[in-house]
Every structure is written in C-alpha cells, then in structure tokens.
C-alpha cells in the first residue's frame, strides 16, 4: 500500500473504496465522537490503543486508518499502532479534512 503513514483524505477515501473492510479508527474523546464523526468509523480513544486495540481492531493486518479532530493525536496514535504491530495503519489527519 503506501510507504508513508501520512496519507490525505482522499487517499483514506480510496483505500475505504477499495477495502470496505477497512477501519476508519477515530482516536478522539468519546464525547467528541459522540457529537459528531464520519460515517462507520470506530470510537477507540488515543488513551484506550494499548489496552483494548486488540479487541477493537482485531488482527495486525487490518487496514486501519487513523483519525482525529485536526492531526496530532492520529499521529501519534497511528506511531502507537505500527509499534504494536499493526502492518497497515495509516494517519490521515483530522475530521475537518474529511470532505465526505
């Protein structure tokens, strides 16, 4: 897939196009989640990766693409993800550049 773990939204778009099984992981508070987030994505709080990802996000190879409110904590939560061993998780920044 992509070498980079930065891709853009329209990147995401079209990995989720071509893999529906894809996870559009969304690292925000659950309170921001809950007032508002993309269509099928998965709630799992930056602060929850090490203890439930596994259960959330189930095997290593899943396709997950990573996002928060504006970038930062999807950064670090998708750094987070590859060290613990997930092959294809991808950071595409923020909600406000989901134009979708």
């Known amino acids: 897939m992509y070498k980079n773990r930065r891709i853009t ?5 079209d990995i989720k196009t071509r893999y529906p099984n894809a996870i559009l ?9 809950n007032n508002g ?6 709630s799992l709080p930056d602060y929850y990766i090490e ?3 596994e259960s959330v996000l189930g095997d290593c190879n ?3 693409l990573v996002y ?3 970038g930062s904590r999807s950064r670090g939560a998708t750094s987070l993800l590859v060290g ?7 950071d595409f920044g ?7």
């Open 37 to 42: 987030h993309i269509v099928g994505a998965v």
């Open 9 to 13: 939204a329209k990147q995401a778009m």
């Open 62 to 64: 899943t396709i997950v």
């Open 68 to 70: 928060c409110q504006v």
């Open 84 to 90: 613990m061993g997930y092959k294809n998780a991808y």
């Open 25 to 33: 992981l969304d690292v925000r508070s659950e309170w921001e989640y």
């Open 94 to 100: 923020g909600i406000v550049d989901w134009p979708y």
């Open 51 to 53: 203890e439930r990802a």
